[in-house]
């Protein structure tokens, strides 16, 4: 059974309590956290604040080991780098089997969801620098689980989702759907297969990035870690944060500045750069409406519906200034960040 089909987890309080006491010898208060497939709480305890994440039964344990490889790698190489640290426990394990879940204990690191926060020209900035050291601290690790080419999120696998173009039901929004991948059909995917490929975090968006202030200051959510095309990193984030930009010039440009001075872009890695971000929030167009399709009620079908609606006023904007001259934009832009 796949992920996204099995019941996730469900446990009381009580045994998430016995569960930390048990395992890595920690009491303290035990909250809820939002989870789409796995059961995740805070845990608060005397010596500091961590996450207990119950992984779906359906979840392969192999991939969770590639997840804490990633975080242990970057802890490595880049040890002031606000990402969740591996909490091992009573016997230095860093995962447990309980039942039929296995079960991790990770750093919880403060700060309000990005999504909800203001949102300055310092903290894109701040954004773009996050993104490229993370990048830089993951050049050159791979993972047997990090290669999933099927995977339905997979920036490089964008043209299975053209298929759900059939499940749009406003016909303005389908032909603005058609136009961007007949766009990467003919202009965009010929040249991937040339670029450099790399294990990316691949959804860096307003609900996986944890701020305060102007800085950025956890970046979670390791689920979708995937090997992909290297700018992708860069164009799944820049996808999120142009939806509805004040400034659309000036947020952009801080971001892509701030990544390619902490990890140079290629040329023909800029020049595709907002048709791959564009190509981000079509594809979730696209999957939000085949998966309305399959609602259960009308109520969580308009829910997936109105959840397009930023996505769909970018996409308009961002067809409306031209991908051409986007692309000019951004090989100036990165440029004149890796000259400096």
């Known amino acids: 059974m796949e992920v996204f089909e099995s019941k996730p987890p469900a446990y009381s309080p009580e045994i998430l309590s016995k569960i930390t006491k048990d395992y890595y010898a920690k009491s ?56 969740p640290k591996v909490i091992k426990g009573k016997q230095g394990e860093e ?47 791979d993972h047997a689980k990090a290669h999933q080419p099927d995977f339905l999120w997979n920036l490089d696998n964008a043209l299975f989702s053209k298929q ?6 406003d016909d303005d929004v389908k032909e603005l759907i058609e136009y961007f991948y007949e ?3 003919e202009e965009v995917a ?13 959804d860096a968006n307003d609900h996986n990035l944890v701020v305060q202030g102007d800085k950025v200051s956890g970046l979670i959510d390791f689920g979708d870690m995937l090997f992909a095309k290297q700018v992708n990193e860069l164009a799944i984030t820049l996808g999120y944060a142009m939806m509805d930009a004040d400034d659309f010039y ?11 001075e902490e990890f140079r872009l290629m040329k023909q890695e800029l020049e595709v750069l907002f048709d791959l971000a564009s190509m981000r929030l079509v594809m979730s167009v696209c999957i939000s409406s ?3 399709s399959k609602a259960s009620s009308d109520t ?36 004149g960040a890796n000259s400096d």
């Open 28 to 83: 303290g208060i035990i909250k809820p956290l939002v989870s789409e497939r796995d059961q995740n709480a805070r845990l608060i305890t005397d010596d500091g604040e961590y996450v207990l994440k119950i992984a779906n039964s359906a979840e392969d344990r192999e991939f969770l080991e590639f997840q804490n490889s990633v975080l242990n790698h970057i802890a490595m190489l880049d040890p002031e780098l606000a990402i």
């Open 95 to 141: 995962i447990f089997q309980h039942e039929d879940n296995n079960i991790r204990l990770i750093s919880f690191l403060k700060g309000d969801i990005f999504n909800g926060a203001e949102k300055s020209t310092a903290l894109f900035s701040d954004l773009g620098h996050f993104m490229g050291r993370f990048s830089k601290a993951m050049k050159g690790f």
């Open 164 to 169: 759900y173009i059939a499940d749009i039901e």
């Open 183 to 185: 766009r990467y059909e």
């Open 190 to 202: 010929p040249h991937l297969p040339k670029m450099r490929s790399a294990v990316i975090h691949s």
């Open 250 to 260: 000036t947020v952009t440009q801080t971001l892509i500045k701030g990544y390619t």
């Open 290 to 292: 085949n998966r309305a």
């Open 300 to 335: 969580h079908r308009e829910y997936l519906t109105v959840t397009q609606a930023p996505a769909i006023r970018t996409l308009k904007k961002v067809k409306e200034l031209g991908l051409s001259s986007l692309s000019k934009f951004a090989c100036t832009v990165g440029a």
